[in-house]
């Protein structure tokens, strides 16, 4: 399909989905959450993507978070209506393939709500990271409280939220808000390769591998190992266990059909 603000590229195993606002610095319009959320539905739909990269066009801005001008018009009730219906918050949060936010530039708000609802962060040395809501008089409403404060901690988060300030990529990697930070020159590079190791794994124990991991910070520990377990026996009535088991017993490399 074709949309107006994203485009999607695949790279073998890996599908590249760029939000295309570079004059608007990427910001998250309610085309962008609509369309965004429809080609999340075709990629996690087709069989041959493994891993989804995000990241945002140009070189200046990852996302530089909700489209203020869309704000203006919302009253209460329409702002809840939307952020409680299909945004691409939830979407990533439920979406089955590992997802990687490649941050290039500006990380703000919304930005940084989105990648914290992926797996795992990557950046380039020149990104910046905020939730600057607090200088529109509001609060996040993308999840930012709740993912930050779990991913950096409460001194940390509360830090960022309250003054809005922005922090630079090597204070985001020391706070492990992202994984790895590359040159800008070496982002994509890196990250894809980064994406095309993990999609080679099993895709089943990789959406297992998710669901157990999310669930530690959602749960108490009882009841997340009893969740581990019983995702770690789903594993055994999978064809690409008996692969990866004959493999490493035959010593040759795993080919893993998500079966
Ligand atoms: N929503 C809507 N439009 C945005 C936007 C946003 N979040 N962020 C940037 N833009 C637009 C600007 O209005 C401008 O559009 P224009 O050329 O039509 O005037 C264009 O993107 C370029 O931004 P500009 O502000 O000129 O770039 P800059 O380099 O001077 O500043 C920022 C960059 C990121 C510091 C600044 O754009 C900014 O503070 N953006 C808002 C960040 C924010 O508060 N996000 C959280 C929202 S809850």
Redo the contacts with the bound molecule.
Sequence with gaps: MNYETILVEKRDKVAVLTINRP???N?LSSKVHEEGVAALEELRKDDSVRVVVITGAGE??FI??????EFAGQTPVTQRNLFHEKTLFNTIDSFPKPVIAMVNG?C???GNELALACDIRTASENARFAQ??I??G?ICGGGGTQRLTRLIGEGRAMEMILTGDMIDASKALQYGLVNHVFTQEELETKTLELAAKIAEKAPIALQMSKEAVKFASRSNLDEGLRREVDLFAICFSTEDKTEGVSAFLEKRKPNFQGK
């Design positions: 004059d608007k610095l910001s200046k801005s530089a978070g909700a489209d203020i001008s500006f703000l708000g919304g600057p809501e200088n529109l509001i």
